[in-house]
C-alpha cells in the first residue's frame, strides 16, 4: 500500500539510481529499430545549473521517454563544454583571491588549475542533470575536450584550411578589453545608452574653413585617415580630393568620395578611421588608404596617439575634448542615445580595432569535389552550377529555406535568414590560454630560413621540422579558437567522426535540437554551418526553440534583482515533477514564460492528486494480470464507457502533440484529464456499485504511461506497487488507442455520462446562485425529453454527486410549482423552495437583484447607443461591452423565470 503522503526526497535519488542501474538509458545501433536522437546541449563547465538549463532538461527527457516507449532507439548524449573565456574569467577570478594572476603562474600551471576546476564543476552538473531525472545515456558522456574531439577539431581546421576557407588576416575585430581577446559579432550584445555626438570642425589645409564631422567616439579621430562624403551629395562633392589638416595630429587628409556615406546622417561628411571602425575598413580598402591603430590590447592610447599615449581611451576622450575646445573646434554637443558593443561575458563596451586574427570564408565557393559534401545539392536548391561550387553561408541558408531543417517555431526562419544572409567572416582565433590551441606553427629564427618560412605550418599533428628548411626551431599559434568552433561540431564529433562509426552511420543527422532562442546564432546557426561542411548532412532535422523564464513580473531573473530561482533547490522543496511540469505546462516554443514558486507549488498539488487518486485505486481488489495494460478490459457501467472512450482519445492527441512538438499542450490535456475526468468525475462515480475494478485500474496504469515523460519518480513509485505489473515503467510500451464503445451509453448528442455531469454541475450551481447550502440534502424535479432513459440508468450517481435526497424524473414538460428552475441542454432542472427558502424573502431578493441589474443595462445601452463611443472606441472594447449587456440580460430573463415559478 501506498504511504499517505507523496516526500519526493525519498523516493528520486533511488528510482534514478534504479534506471541507471537497469540499462533503460542505454542505446545501441538496433537496424531493427527507427533511431530517435538528441544530442544534449552540452552546459558550460563553470558551476551549477540554472533554470535555462532545468527547461532543456525537461523538455528533452519528456520527447526521449516518449519515443523511448514507442519502440525507437532512444539516444540522448549528455556532455559539457570547456567554454572557453567563461571558465577561463571564473578561474582568473578565483585565482585573484590567493593575489594570483594566470601571468604570475603561467601558461600550464594556469591551466591545470582550470581542468580541476572543471572536473570539480562537471561533478556538480553530472548530479544536478540527474536530480532533474534525465535519462541521458551516461555510456557516452562527452566533453568538448576530450582527445576524440580535439582530434576532430583539428581535423576540420586541416580541411578547412586546405579548402581555403580559414585563412589569416589584417581586419576589423571586436576586442574585449577586459577579456583581451576577440569576439565573434554575435558575442557582442548591443545595447541602447545616452550618449552624445559630438561635432567637430576639419580644417581644409591653409583655411579655417572645413567640413563638420559627428563622432560618438572623438579619441578614434587620432587614427584618422580621411574625411568621406557621398559623391552625389550637393553640397560637398566639389570638396572631393581637397586636403584638410587633422585637428590635434596637425597631420594631412583627404577628403574622399564614397556611396557609403548617408547623406541625411549626421553632417554629411564621414569622418573615416580604419583601424577602429568596420565600416570605415572596408572604406579604407576601396581607397587603400593608411590604417592607424591608435590604440593597444587594454585600450590604451599608443605610440600613434601623439601626446595622449598611455591614456586609457575614457580619459583620452575626455582630453581630446578638452583641447578640441581651446581650438574652438568643438562645435556643438548633441545628447542622443545609441547603440553600444558590449562583451557578452563581462560587460565591458567592446572596442572595434584592427588585428592578425584566423577567419573563416564564409562566402568563399568551395569547388573541391573531394570535400563537397553530397547533400543537400545547391545545384538544385539554389540555381548555382556545380562550376561555381557553393558557399558555407549558401549551405545555411539552403537546408532551412528548403525545409530539411524545421525551426519551431517558424517565425525565427525569418531572423535566420535575416542573420545569415548578411554574415560576415567568422573570427575564430581568441586570444586566452583555456581552449582548443589553433594547430598552426611557425618556423623562427634560424640561418637556413627561406622566404617560404613566412607560411605557416598547419598540421595534424606537431610538425618535427620546417617542410621549408628543415629547422626544427618552431612555434606553436598561441592563440586558442572560439568556443563555438568546437561546439559547432557537436552533433557528429561526440558521434565518432571524423571516422566512419556505426554510430555515426546509425544516429546521425540527430532527430532534434532543443534550446534557447538566444543561441540561435550562438550556436544553431554554426552547427549547421559546420555539420553541412564536414558530412554532407545536416545536424538535425528539428530545431525546437524555447524562450526565457522571467519572474512573476515579466522581468528577466538576475543576482542584482534577487529574483532568481534555483532549480535544485525547488526540487528539494517540491520534487523534480512539480518543478517539471511548472516549466513545460504554458511554456509555448519561442516564448518567455513567467515562472515563480507558488506555480511549482501548485503543481505539487497535481502530483499529490496522483498519488491520493492511486492509493484509492490500490484499495480497490482486482483480478491480477500481468505486464502493462495491452488488453481493454470490459465496462461494466455508462461510467466505464466513458472513461474508456475519454481515455482512448487522451492517447491519440497527446501522441500527436508529442509528435508534433507541442508538448506544453499534451501536458494541459493530461493534466485535465487526471484531474477533472478521472478524479473529480470518474473516482466519485467509482464509489458506487456498477464500475469495474477492472477499468479502474487499466485506466490508472494507462494514466502512469501517459504521465511518464512528464512526471517521471512519482509514476514509476506508483507503478512498482499497482498488481500486475512487471518491471519498470520506464520500460513500458505506448498505450494504443480504442475505437468507441458506446452501446446504451449514448443520451441525446452526447454521452450518457456527460449528462450525469452537466446536470449534476447546473444543480451545483443552483444551490450557489440560491443561497442553499451545499451539504443539505434537497429534491430535484428533472424534465429529461432524450436523455430520459440514460439520466434513469443513472439515477443513483445523479442523487449521490448532487446530494439529492429525492429525484423525480419525467420524460416530457409539466408543471412545477414555486421552484427555482434552468436548463442543461434540453433538460429542465427545478428546485422546489419547499423547506429550503422562504418564497417571500426569494422573490424580494429576485426583484432586487433584477431592479440593480436592469440599472446596469441602461448604462450600458446609454453607452453602446453614444455614437462618439462606438465609431472611435477600439473594437474589441465595444465588444466587450456588448457581451456584457448580453450576459447581463441573460441574467435577468433567468431571474425574471425562477420569479415566475414562485409565483
Same mark, same amino acid.
Given at each position: 500500500m501506498l504511504p499517505s503522503a507523496y516526500e519526493s526526497q525519498k523516493y528520486e535519488d533511488a528510482i534514478y539510481k534504479k534506471w541507471e542501474q537497469s540499462g533503460a538509458f542505454r542505446a545501441k545501433v538496433n537496424p531493427k529499430k527507427k533511431p530517435f536522437t538528441i544530442s544534449m546541449p552540452p552546459p558550460n563547465a563553470t558551476g551549477t545549473l540554472h533554470l535555462g538549463h532545468a527547461v532543456m532538461l525537461a523538455i528533452e527527457d519528456i520527447l526521449i521517454r516518449h519515443r523511448r516507449m514507442k519502440g525507437y532507439e532512444a539516444l540522448w548524449l549528455p556532455g559539457t563544454d570547456h567554454a572557453a573565456i567563461a571558465t577561463q574569467n571564473k578561474v582568473e577570478k578565483l585565482i585573484a583571491e590567493e593575489g594570483l594572476t594566470r601571468q604570475k603562474l603561467g601558461r600550464e600551471n594556469f591551466l591545470d588549475r582550470v581542468r580541476e576546476y572543471v572536473a570539480d564543476s562537471q561533478d556538480v552538473i553530472r548530479n544536478q542533470i540527474r536530480k532533474m531525472g534525465s535519462s541521458c545515456d551516461w555510456s557516452r558522456e562527452r566533453y568538448t575536450f576530450d582527445d576524440d574531439l580535439n582530434k576532430a577539431v583539428t581535423e576540420i581546421f586541416v580541411r578547412m584550411y586546405e579548402d581555403g576557407l580559414i585563412y589569416r588576416g589584417y581586419r576589423i575585430v571586436n576586442w574585449c578589453p577586459r577579456c583581451k581577446s576577440t569576439l565573434a559579432d554575435d558575442e557582442v550584445e548591443h545595447e541602447e545608452i545616452e550618449g552624445n555626438f559630438y561635432h567637430i570642425l576639419y580644417p581644409f589645409k591653409g583655411e579655417k574653413n572645413g567640413l563638420i564631422v559627428a563622432t560618438t567616439r572623438p579619441e578614434t579621430m587620432l587614427g584618422d585617415t580621411a574625411v568621406a562624403v557621398n559623391p552625389k551629395d550637393k553640397r560637398f562633392k566639389k570638396y572631393i580630393g581637397k586636403t584638410m589638416i587633422l585637428p590635434l595630429m596637425k597631420k594631412e587628409i583627404m577628403v574622399i568620395g564614397d556611396s557609403y556615406v548617408d547623406m541625411k546622417t549626421g553632417t554629411g561628411a564621414l569622418k573615416v578611421t580604419p583601424a577602429h571602425d568596420p565600416n570605415d575598413f572596408e572604406i579604407g580598402k576601396r581607397h587603400k588608404l593608411e590604417v592607424i591603430r591608435v590604440m593597444d590590447d587594454e585600450a590604451r592610447i599608443n605610440e600613434h596617439g601623439g601626446k595622449y599615449k598611455g591614456l586609457d581611451r575614457f580619459t583620452a576622450r575626455d582630453e581630446v575634448l578638452k583641447d578640441l575646445k581651446k581650438l574652438k573646434l568643438l562645435k556643438k554637443i548633441e545628447s542622443r542615445p545609441h547603440s553600444v558593443g558590449h562583451c557578452y561575458r563581462c560587460s565591458t563596451i567592446v572596442e572595434p580595432l584592427t588585428s592578425d586574427q584566423w577567419f573563416i570564408d564564409v562566402n568563399k565557393k568551395i569547388k573541391n569535389k573531394k570535400t563537397r559534401p553530397p547533400e543537400p545539392a545547391l545545384s538544385r536548391a539554389e540555381g548555382k552550377g556545380d562550376q561555381g561550387g557553393f558557399s558555407l553561408k549558401d549551405l545555411a541558408i539552403h537546408v532551412v529555406k528548403n525545409g530539411n531543417i524545421k525551426i519551431i517555431p517558424d517565425r525565427f526562419n525569418k531572423t535566420y535568414f535575416h542573420w545569415m544572409e548578411n554574415l560576415r567572416d567568422w573570427c575564430i582565433s581568441r586570444q586566452i590560454w583555456w581552449g582548443h590551441r589553433i594547430p598552426v606553427w611557425y618556423c623562427v629564427?634560424?640561418?637556413?630560413?627561406? *622566404?617560404?618560412?613566412?607560411? /605557416?605550418?598547419?598540421? $595534424?599533428?606537431?610538425?618535427?621540422?620546417?617542410?621549408?628548411?628543415?629547422?626544427?626551431?618552431?612555434?606553436?599559434?598561441?592563440? !586558442?579558437?572560439?568556443?563555438?568552433?568546437?561546439?559547432?561540431?557537436?552533433?557528429?564529433?561526440?558521434?565518432?567522426?571524423?571516422?566512419?562509426? %556505426?554510430?555515426?552511420?546509425? @544516429?546521425?543527422?540527430?532527430?532534434?535540437?532543443?534550446?534557447?532562442?538566444?543561441?540561435?546564432? @550562438?550556436?544553431?546557426?554554426?552547427?549547421?554551418?559546420?555539420? #553541412?561542411? %564536414?558530412?554532407?548532412?545536416?545536424?538535425?532535422?528539428?530545431?525546437?526553440?524555447?524562450?526565457?523564464?522571467?519572474?512573476?513580473?515579466?522581468?528577466?531573473?538576475?543576482?542584482?534583482?534577487?529574483?532568481?530561482?534555483? /532549480?535544485?533547490?525547488?526540487?528539494?522543496?517540491?520534487?523534480?515533477?512539480?518543478?517539471?511540469?511548472?516549466?513545460?505546462?504554458?511554456?509555448? /516554443?519561442?516564448?518567455?514564460? &513567467?515562472?515563480?514558486?507558488?506555480?511549482?507549488?501548485?503543481?505539487?498539488?497535481?502530483?499529490?492528486?496522483?498519488?491520493?487518486?492511486?492509493? @484509492?485505486?490500490?484499495?480497490? *481488489?482486482?483480478? !491480477?494480470?500481468?505486464?502493462?495494460?495491452?488488453?481493454?478490459?470490459?465496462?461494466?457501467?455508462?461510467?466505464?464507457?466513458?472513461?474508456?472512450?475519454?481515455?482512448?482519445?487522451?492517447?491519440? !492527441?497527446?501522441?500527436?502533440?508529442?509528435?508534433?512538438?507541442?508538448?506544453?499542450?499534451?501536458?494541459?490535456?493530461?493534466?485535465?484529464?487526471?484531474?477533472?475526468? @478521472?478524479?473529480?468525475?470518474?473516482?466519485?462515480?467509482?464509489?458506487?456499485?456498477?464500475?469495474?475494478?477492472?477499468?479502474?485500474?487499466?485506466?490508472?496504469?494507462?494514466?502512469?504511461?501517459?504521465?511518464?515523460?512528464?512526471?517521471?519518480?512519482?509514476?514509476? +513509485?506508483?507503478?512498482?506497487?499497482?498488481?500486475?505489473?512487471?518491471?519498470?515503467?520506464?520500460?513500458?510500451?505506448?498505450?494504443?488507442?480504442?475505437?468507441?464503445?458506446?452501446?446504451?451509453?449514448?443520451?441525446?448528442?452526447?454521452? %450518457?455520462?456527460?449528462?450525469?455531469?452537466?446536470?449534476?454541475?447546473?444543480?451545483?450551481?443552483?444551490?450557489?446562485?440560491?443561497?442553499?447550502?451545499?451539504?443539505?440534502?434537497?429534491?430535484?424535479?428533472?424534465? %429529461?425529453?432524450?436523455?430520459?432513459?440514460?439520466? $434513469?440508468?443513472?439515477?443513483? +450517481?445523479?442523487?449521490?454527486?448532487?446530494?439529492?435526497?429525492?429525484?423525480?424524473?419525467?420524460?416530457?414538460?409539466?408543471?412545477?410549482?414555486?421552484? !427555482?428552475?434552468? #436548463?442543461?441542454? #434540453?433538460?429542465?432542472?427545478?428546485?422546489?423552495?419547499?423547506?429550503?427558502?422562504?418564497?417571500?424573502? +426569494? $422573490?424580494? $431578493?429576485?426583484?432586487?437583484?433584477?431592479?440593480?441589474?436592469?440599472?446596469?443595462?441602461?448604462?450600458?445601452?446609454?453607452?453602446?447607443?453614444?455614437?462618439?463611443?462606438?465609431?472611435?472606441? *477600439?473594437?474589441?472594447?465595444?465588444?466587450?461591452? &456588448?457581451?456584457?449587456?448580453?450576459?447581463?440580460?441573460?441574467?435577468?430573463?433567468?431571474?425574471?423565470?425562477?420569479?415566475?415559478?414562485?409565483?
Open positions: 629564427g634560424d640561418d637556413h630560413c627561406v *622566404p617560404d618560412c613566412k607560411k /605557416p605550418i598547419v598540421s $595534424r599533428d606537431t610538425p618535427k621540422k620546417c617542410p621549408a628548411c628543415g629547422s626544427k626551431n618552431l612555434r606553436q599559434d598561441e592563440d !586558442t579558437l572560439d568556443t563555438w568552433f568546437s561546439s559547432g561540431l557537436w552533433t557528429f564529433s561526440t558521434l565518432g567522426w571524423p571516422k566512419e562509426t %556505426a554510430d555515426l552511420k546509425y @544516429f546521425h543527422p540527430t532527430s532534434v535540437m532543443e534550446t534557447g532562442y538566444d543561441i540561435l546564432f @550562438f550556436w544553431i546557426a554554426r552547427m549547421i554551418l559546420m555539420t #553541412t561542411y %564536414a558530412t554532407g548532412q545536416i545536424p538535425f532535422e528539428t530545431v525546437y526553440l524555447h524562450g526565457l523564464i522571467r519572474d512573476r513580473e515579466g522581468r528577466k531573473m538576475s543576482k542584482s534583482l534577487g529574483n532568481g530561482i534555483d /532549480p535544485i533547490e525547488m526540487i528539494k522543496k517540491y520534487g523534480a515533477d512539480a518543478l517539471r511540469l511548472s516549466m513545460v505546462i504554458g511554456n509555448t /516554443p519561442g516564448n518567455d514564460m &513567467r515562472l515563480y514558486e507558488e506555480k511549482i507549488q501548485g503543481y505539487r498539488n497535481f502530483i499529490n492528486k496522483l498519488w491520493n487518486a492511486s492509493r @484509492f485505486v490500490l484499495g480497490v *481488489p482486482v483480478e !491480477t494480470r500481468h505486464g502493462a495494460s495491452t488488453q481493454t478490459p470490459k465496462p461494466l457501467s455508462d461510467a466505464d464507457e466513458w472513461i474508456l472512450e475519454k481515455l482512448s482519445r487522451v492517447i491519440t !492527441t497527446v501522441g500527436k502533440h508529442l509528435e508534433n512538438y507541442a508538448i506544453s499542450e499534451a501536458g494541459q490535456l493530461l493534466y485535465d484529464f487526471l484531474w477533472s475526468d @478521472f478524479c473529480d468525475w470518474y473516482l466519485e462515480l467509482s464509489k458506487g456499485e456498477k464500475q469495474s475494478p477492472a477499468v479502474l485500474h487499466h485506466v490508472l496504469k494507462t494514466i502512469l504511461i501517459l504521465l511518464h515523460p512528464f512526471v517521471p519518480f512519482v509514476t514509476e +513509485e506508483i507503478w512498482a506497487h499497482l498488481p500486475g505489473t512487471d518491471g519498470l515503467l520506464i520500460n513500458a510500451p505506448w498505450p494504443a488507442p480504442v475505437g468507441p464503445r458506446h452501446g446504451a451509453a449514448l443520451s441525446g448528442d452526447g454521452h %450518457a455520462i456527460d449528462t450525469v455531469i452537466g446536470v449534476v454541475t447546473k444543480i451545483r450551481q443552483m444551490r450557489a446562485e440560491n443561497k442553499i447550502d451545499p451539504v443539505k440534502k434537497i429534491t430535484v424535479v428533472l424534465h %429529461a425529453h432524450s436523455h430520459f432513459k440514460a439520466l $434513469r440508468r443513472n439515477q443513483a +450517481e445523479v442523487m449521490r454527486l448532487a446530494r439529492l435526497s429525492e429525484l423525480t424524473l419525467v420524460e416530457k414538460d409539466a408543471k412545477v410549482a414555486n421552484a !427555482t428552475a434552468d #436548463t442543461h441542454e #434540453t433538460i429542465k432542472i427545478f428546485i422546489p423552495f419547499a423547506g429550503l427558502v422562504d418564497a417571500g424573502q +426569494e $422573490r424580494e $431578493r429576485l426583484q432586487k437583484e433584477i431592479a440593480k441589474l436592469e440599472g446596469y443595462i441602461a448604462g450600458l445601452s446609454k453607452k453602446l447607443g453614444n455614437p462618439g463611443f462606438a465609431q472611435n472606441a *477600439p473594437k474589441e472594447i465595444v465588444e466587450l461591452e &456588448r457581451k456584457k449587456q448580453q450576459e447581463a440580460e441573460g441574467k435577468v430573463a433567468k431571474m425574471i423565470e425562477q420569479l415566475n415559478q414562485l409565483k
